[in-house]
C-alpha cells in the first residue's frame, strides 16, 4: 500500500484514497474465498457422484487451500499494479489543480511566517479577553458591594429625615442643632446618673456601719 499521505485527495474525497484501495482489496480477497468454498462444494458433490472415487474430503479441502495461496499470490502481484494506477490516474488531484474552497487561498497568499505571526496575534487576543473578563467580573463584585453600602446609607437617610420631620412637627427648627442640643442633654444627664449612683453608693455604706 502507499505510504503517501494525499492529504489534498483526503480533502477532496472525504475518504484516504489509501482506505479505499484497502476496502477494494479486502472485498476482492473475500469473494475470492467464498468462491474457493463453492468451487470445494461443488467438487465434493461431483466427486459423491463417481462410483469408487478414492479421493477424500480432506485432500479436497487441501487441494483447495494450495489453489487458494497460488490465486491469493498472484492477486496480490496484480493488485500492486492496479492499485498504482488507480492512485495515479483516478484518486489523484495534480498539482495544478485548485479546490473551490482554496481558492481564497491563491487571492490572498500568505507565508508560514505571516500564519505565525496571526497565531500568535490571535493567542494574545485571548490572553486579553481573558483578563477582560477577569476585570469585568472583578468590578461586578465591587459594584454589588457598593449597591449594599448604597441601600444601607439609604435607610440612614430615610432615618435621619424622619427624625427631621418629628422635630418639625415638634416646633423645632433646626434638626442639626436639635441634634446637637439633645446630645449635650444627654451627656449631663449621664453625668446625673453618674453622681447619684456614687451618692447612692456613700448612703448604703453609710447605713452598714450605722
Not at 497568499?109 to 497565531?119: C, D, I
Not at 496575534?121 to 453600602?149: D, F, S, Y
Not at 427648627?173 to 444627664?189: I, R
Amino acid at each position: 500500500m502507499s505510504v503517501d499521505p494525499m492529504v489534498y485527495e483526503t480533502q477532496f474525497f472525504g475518504f484516504t484514497p489509501q482506505t479505499c484501495m484497502l476496502r477494494v482489496y479486502i472485498a476482492f480477497q473475500d469473494y475470492l474465498f467464498e468462491m474457493m468454498l463453492v468451487v470445494e462444494g461443488v467438487m465434493l458433490k461431483k466427486l459423491d457422484a463417481i462410483p469408487g472415487c478414492k479421493i477424500s474430503p480432506s485432500q479436497i479441502r487441501e487441494c483447495t487451500e494450495k489453489f487458494l495461496l497460488f490465486m491469493r499470490d498472484h492477486f496480490d502481484k496484480l493488485f500492486a499494479k492496479m492499485e498504482e494506477v488507480l492512485l495515479q490516474l483516478v484518486l489523484n488531484i495534480p498539482k495544478n489543480v485548485l479546490l473551490p474552497e482554496d481558492r481564497v487561498q491563491e487571492q490572498y497568499p500568505y507565508s508560514k511566517e505571516e500564519f505565525q505571526a496571526l497565531q500568535d496575534e490571535l493567542q494574545q487576543l485571548q490572553q486579553q479577553c481573558r483578563a477582560e473578563a477577569v476585570t469585568g467580573q472583578a468590578l461586578r463584585a465591587e459594584l454589588e458591594e457598593q449597591n449594599v453600602v448604597k441601600a444601607e446609607l439609604e435607610k440612614i437617610l430615610q432615618c435621619f429625615d424622619g427624625l427631621e420631620n418629628i422635630c418639625r412637627e415638634h416646633g423645632v427648627g433646626n434638626f442639626k442643632e436639635s441634634f446637637a442640643l439633645l446630645t449635650q442633654s444627654s451627656k449631663k444627664l449621664q453625668d446625673v446618673l453618674k453622681d447619684v449612683e456614687e451618692k447612692s453608693k456613700k448612703m448604703k455604706q453609710h447605713d452598714q456601719l450605722m
